[in-house]
């Protein structure tokens, strides 16, 4: 039954994870098939092409295994494939942009700091984004070269994570910035020293939530949401997967086993 079929999501690697845990919580009775392109990591430096390329491996992976939905739970990868994997496959593919709309909505300097990979910056997708809400507020969009790599190695909370996010807050933060986008899945998974650096006044939004919700939205519509209590998830990777295990683990909360994507 269609209903039965799993979701598949992807991300370039651990960072999907931060989406992953707010679709498993809205959705239980959902099976899932989460992926990491942890042997291609970071999507964030590298062409649009070579991205193109991977969601379409990773897509056809996920619809071999009859996935009734896909979730593209990266930003980088969404700005550039989605319309690729839109016009590839019938069934529903849900994608994520940085929430500018809503930071834009609850600002009240009307200084917004969006934290993106450098892909995601000088995307046509993104860029289009930002323009549509340049005359409301002033975004400083912040691309952040390398902290992808310090949560993919599982530094979340040492010094040079925390110099690095510093470098990369301070301008934002001096110039009024009172509202911080998180553009990128990964960058959940350091919010608490984000929070360090920036204070407690400053609005942090990230969109995990917002797409479980959108994602159980679609299903509804094609009445695709499976009946069932609980159901299980499985964890594939396309790195070496006894290096990925124990930080997908320690993101995820709870020892996964991961399978090998043999491409
Ligand atoms: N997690 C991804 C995103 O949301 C990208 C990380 C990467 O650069 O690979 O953009």
Same mark, same amino acid.
């Given at each position: 039954?269609? /209903?039965?079929?799993?979701?598949?999501?992807?991300?370039?690697?651990?960072?999907? =994870?931060?989406?992953?845990?707010?679709?498993?919580?809205?959705?239980?009775?959902?099976?899932?098939?989460?992926?990491?392109?942890?042997?291609?990591?970071?999507?964030?430096?590298?062409? %649009?092409?070579?991205?193109?390329?991977?969601?379409?491996?990773?897509? /056809?992976?996920?619809?071999?295994?009859?996935?009734? &939905?896909? @979730?593209?739970?990266?930003?980088?990868?969404?700005?550039?494939?989605?319309?690729?994997?839109?016009?590839?496959?019938?069934?529903? !593919?849900?994608?994520?942009?940085?929430?500018?709309?809503?930071?834009?909505?609850?600002?009240?300097?009307? @200084?917004?700091?969006?934290?993106?990979?450098?892909?995601?910056?000088?995307?046509?997708?993104?860029?289009? =984004?930002?323009?549509?809400?340049?005359?409301?507020?002033?975004?400083?969009?912040?691309?952040?070269?390398?902290?992808?790599?310090?949560?993919?190695?599982?530094?979340?909370?040492?010094?040079?994570?925390?110099?690095?996010?510093?470098?990369?807050?301070?301008?934002?933060?001096?110039?009024?910035? /009172?509202?911080? !986008?998180?553009? *990128?899945?990964?960058?959940?998974? @350091?919010?608490?020293?984000?929070?360090?650096? &920036?204070? /407690?006044?400053?609005?942090?939004?990230?969109?995990?939530?917002?797409?479980? *919700?959108?994602?159980?939205?679609?299903?509804?519509?094609?009445?695709? =949401?499976? %009946?069932?209590?609980?159901?299980?998830?499985?964890?594939?990777?396309?790195?070496?997967?006894?290096?990925?295990?124990?930080?997908?683990?320690?993101?995820?909360?709870?020892? @996964?086993?991961?399978?090998?994507?043999?491409?």
């Amino acid at each position: 039954m269609a /209903d039965e079929q799993p979701i598949g999501i992807f991300d370039s690697g651990v960072g999907g =994870l931060s989406v992953l845990a707010h679709i498993h919580q809205r959705l239980p009775g959902e099976a899932l098939l989460y992926v990491a392109d942890s042997a291609y990591m970071p999507y964030g430096c590298k062409p %649009e092409a070579v991205i193109q390329q991977r969601c379409v491996k990773i897509s /056809d992976f996920l619809f071999r295994h009859q996935c009734k &939905a896909i @979730v593209i739970a990266c930003n980088t990868a969404t700005a550039a494939a989605v319309h690729h994997i839109r016009a590839s496959y019938a069934f529903p !593919v849900i994608g994520m942009e940085p929430a500018v709309k809503p930071a834009v909505f609850h600002s009240r300097s009307k @200084v917004i700091g969006v934290l993106t990979t450098s892909a995601t910056s000088t995307s046509d997708k993104f860029n289009r =984004l930002a323009a549509r809400f340049s005359q409301h507020a002033r975004l400083i969009v912040q691309p952040c070269p390398g902290l992808v790599e310090q949560i993919e190695s599982g530094e979340l909370t040492g010094s040079a994570t925390r110099d690095m996010l510093s470098l990369f807050l301070q301008p934002l933060i001096r110039q009024g910035m /009172d509202t911080l !986008v998180l553009g *990128c899945t990964h960058y959940p998974f @350091v919010s608490a020293l984000i929070r360090e650096i &920036a204070g /407690d006044d400053i609005l942090i939004i990230d969109t995990g939530a917002a797409i479980a *919700c959108e994602l159980e939205r679609q299903l509804q519509n094609r009445q695709l =949401l499976s %009946e069932n209590k609980t159901a299980s998830i499985e964890f594939w990777s396309s790195g070496n997967t006894e290096k990925v295990a124990p930080v997908m683990s320690r993101l995820w909360g709870d020892k @996964v086993m991961v399978k090998n994507l043999p491409y």
